[in-house]
């Protein structure tokens, strides 16, 4: 990164505000911009500070938070680009690019996500005490970094068979992948002191109340005028639930059970429940299932991207693979989907029930070798290669590629902060902002 440019280019707006006021021969003197940090082979201004420290207090004020003193985020702010430029020259070495077009498309963007024109966006930046072109330039930093971790923390990723063997046999993979219940529920408390005739009296009450069910009054009702739970004016309704996270024994009388059935009253410490099972899904279910070999692409709206724009770019992958480019590589460069990308965009095979709506139905359609043209669901844009298409018991395969993509995400988060750390404290970074402690390393 040249230095010389850089600096050049954040003094500018200053220069250009100085050469613009009227009666300019008489304006106070405006001080030079200066490094306040030294970042191996760049540095960051004073400027850059200001402005983002500004930014950082604009945003808490319209979340209607107290604002900090200047002096109390600068440090902080400070930190934050310090990282921020560590990883743009990580971009720079690995020759990441943001072109014109992505750039003026991505500005575009956020000024139609926020209802104005391109002009009115300036007018809106003006108004806040920003400059269009610093604006400018923080959108393609933003750019670059989410491509740089891409690339760098993906790669790190690495998922043994054994740590799917150990997660599944875990107890907290048995709750993230055991049957999951929708449950609604009427309580019938006693006192927290109950004495016989308060635990006997809750027992011929929910008794009652359970006569009542069986004999077809209407759960939602007698839970809301008889249930002292929280969720008594729903009708009782608690949502879905993980086996795991039920008492074992209420997992094992739920598991038998089919849906619609209530259960006997259980005593529970605080009274009386009894449990209506609405629905149920997932677990382990010995049947032979269709299962299809697929990989994807998965393009997401952000900030920056906006709905259109996201589509343009999913359509220019699906233009470039069908020119003869390949899938797995473009997937491990724009896919968005940290649990696939590294894998070049490879799901293995998969349950289509498993998926949302949009996807099974368009797996279901496309031609095996054929790459289907982008299309969208809740998660972003797509565009998927059906390998292969297999009927199989798949229950063991299924479960282990769960658990390895819930590991992979885990993975991701964790190794993006530990990337992070390390090239912070691998980095020569000497801090000359006044009254900050000075480090280098």
């Given at each position: 990164m040249n230095v010389k440019t850089k600096l050049i280019d954040r003094l500018r707006p200053v220069l250009l505000g100085v050469a613009l006021l009227s009666g300019a021969v008489h304006a106070a003197v405006q001080p030079l911009d200066r490094v306040v940090a030294i970042v191996d082979n760049d540095v960051v201004m004073q400027?850059?500070?200001?402005?983002?420290?500004?930014?950082?207090?604009?945003?808490?004020?319209?979340?209607?938070?107290?604002?900090?003193?200047?002096?109390?985020?600068?440090?902080?702010?400070?930190?934050r680009l310090i990282v921020e430029n560590l990883q743009l020259q990580?971009?720079?070495?690995?020759?990441?690019?943001?072109?014109?077009?992505?750039?003026?498309?991505?500005?575009?963007?956020?000024?139609?996500?926020?209802g104005m024109s391109l002009d009115q966006f300036r007018a809106?930046?003006?108004?806040?005490?920003?400059?269009?072109?610093?604006?400018r330039e923080q959108v393609k930093r933003e750019m670059i970094i989410s491509r740089v971790r891409q690339r760098r923390v993906a790669?790190?990723?690495?998922?043994?068979?054994?740590?799917?063997?150990?997660?599944l046999a875990s107890d907290l993979g048995k709750m993230q992948m055991s049957e999951e219940y929708r449950l609604a529920n009427i309580l019938i408390p006693t006192p927290e002191a109950a004495n016989s005739d308060d635990?006997?009296?809750?027992?011929?009450?929910?008794?009652?109340?359970?006569?009542?069910?069986?004999?077809?009054?209407?759960?939602?009702?007698?839970?809301?005028?008889?249930?002292?739970?929280?969720?008594?004016?729903?009708?009782?309704?608690?949502?879905?639930?993980?086996?795991?996270?039920?008492?074992?024994?209420?997992?094992?009388?739920?598991?038998?059970?089919?849906?619609?059935?209530?259960?006997?009253?259980?005593?529970?410490?605080?009274?009386?429940?009894?449990l209506k099972l609405e629905e149920k899904r997932g677990g382990s279910e010995n049947v032979l299932r269709d299962e299809v070999h697929v990989r994807h692409i998965l393009i997401k709206p952000s900030e920056i991207r906006s709905e259109a724009a996201t589509q343009q770019l999913a359509e220019r992958l699906y233009d470039r693979i069908k020119n003869g480019e390949d899938f797995g590589e473009l997937?491990?460069?724009?896919?968005?989907?940290?649990?696939?990308?590294?894998?070049?965009?490879?799901?293995?095979?998969v349950?289509?029930?498993?998926?949302?709506?949009?996807?099974?139905?368009?797996?279901?359609?496309?031609?095996?070798?054929?790459?289907?043209?982008?299309?969208?669901?809740?998660?972003?844009?797509?565009?998927?290669?059906?390998?292969?298409?297999?009927?199989?018991?798949?229950?063991?395969?299924?479960?282990?590629?769960?658990?390895?993509?819930?590991?992979?995400?885990?993975?991701?988060?964790?190794?993006?902060?530990?990337?992070l750390r390390q090239i912070r404290d691998e980095a020569y970074v000497e801090i000359k902002l006044p009254g900050a402690d000075q480090a280098a390393q």
């Open positions: 400027s850059q500070l200001d402005q983002r420290v500004h930014e950082v207090q604009q945003t808490i004020a319209k979340r209607g938070g107290g604002v900090p003193p200047t002096s109390a985020l600068e440090q902080q702010v400070l930190e990580i971009g720079e070495r690995s020759g990441i690019r943001i072109t014109d077009e992505e750039l003026n498309q991505a500005i575009g963007t956020i000024a139609q996500r926020n809106a930046l003006a108004h806040d005490g920003l400059s269009f072109d610093d604006a790669e790190r990723i690495q998922v043994s068979e054994q740590e799917v063997k150990n997660f635990i006997q009296k809750a027992a011929r009450k929910v008794g009652d109340v359970y006569q009542q069910l069986r004999q077809g009054a209407d759960f939602g009702q007698m839970a809301i005028a008889n249930s002292a739970s929280e969720n008594a004016l729903e009708g009782g309704e608690m949502g879905w639930r993980k086996a795991g996270q039920l008492p074992p024994d209420f997992a094992k009388m739920l598991s038998s059970m089919p849906v619609g059935e209530i259960t006997q009253p259980i005593r529970i410490p605080n009274g009386f429940i009894i997937a491990k460069s724009f896919s968005e989907d940290p649990g696939s990308a590294l894998n070049g965009g490879d799901l293995n095979w349950d289509p029930n498993s998926l949302v709506p949009e996807f099974r139905e368009q797996m279901a359609n496309a031609q095996q070798g054929v790459v289907t043209k982008p299309f969208k669901t809740q998660y972003g844009w797509h565009v998927l290669e059906v390998l292969g298409r297999r009927a199989t018991d798949s229950t063991e395969q299924a479960r282990e590629q769960q658990a390895l993509s819930v590991l992979r995400n885990r993975k991701y988060d964790e190794e993006l902060q530990t990337w």
